[in-house]
């Protein structure tokens, strides 16, 4: 369900997902928002959300993916994705990233439908 009012400045469009302490440190979770997949991850205290299909294989395996130099790499064959941007280091293309804000403890994310060119 979307919160509403939750500290004025547009927060109608964030959605809250799960308390700050259901996140491990640099272990990836799944979320499924309005039918979009998300992988989030907590990395040294900072909460990032990235879409969770990789564009490799279309495999919805983002979220199992290590942590390596700010990316997340995906489980199955290494494809690199920037936690902050979602981009790959080579090239200009990657996953949707997602805005995310914690309110309380809790963590909330924007879901926006941009779509990356393949
Ligand atoms: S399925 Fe992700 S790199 Fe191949």
Request: glycine share 6%.
């Given at each position: 369900?979307?919160?509403?009012?939750l500290s004025g400045?547009?927060?109608?469009?964030?959605?809250?997902?799960?308390?700050?302490?259901?996140?491990?440190?640099?272990?990836?979770?799944?979320?499924?928002?309005?039918?979009?997949?998300?992988?989030?991850?907590?990395?040294?205290?900072?909460?990032?959300?990235?879409?969770?299909?990789?564009?490799?294989?279309?495999?919805?395996?983002?979220?199992?993916?290590?942590?390596?130099?700010?990316?997340?790499?995906?489980?199955?064959?290494?494809?690199?994705?920037?936690?902050?941007?979602?981009?790959?280091?080579?090239?200009?293309?990657?996953?949707?990233?997602?805005?995310?804000?914690?309110?309380?403890?809790?963590?909330?994310?924007?879901?926006?439908?941009?779509?990356?060119?393949?």
């Amino acid at each position: 369900m979307p919160e509403f009012n939750l500290s004025g400045n547009n927060m109608e469009a964030f959605e809250k997902i799960c308390c700050l302490e259901n996140l491990n440190e640099r272990q990836g979770k799944r979320f499924i928002i309005d039918d979009i997949e998300i992988a989030v991850f907590k990395v040294d205290g900072e909460v990032f959300a990235l879409n969770n299909v990789c564009p490799h294989q279309h495999t919805t395996v983002i979220y199992d993916g290590y942590i390596v130099n700010g990316c997340v790499v995906c489980p199955v064959h290494g494809w690199m994705f920037n936690l902050k941007t979602g981009k790959m280091p080579s090239c200009n293309a990657g996953l949707d990233s997602y805005q995310v804000k914690i309110i309380d403890n809790q963590v909330h994310i924007k879901i926006t439908k941009k779509e990356l060119k393949w």
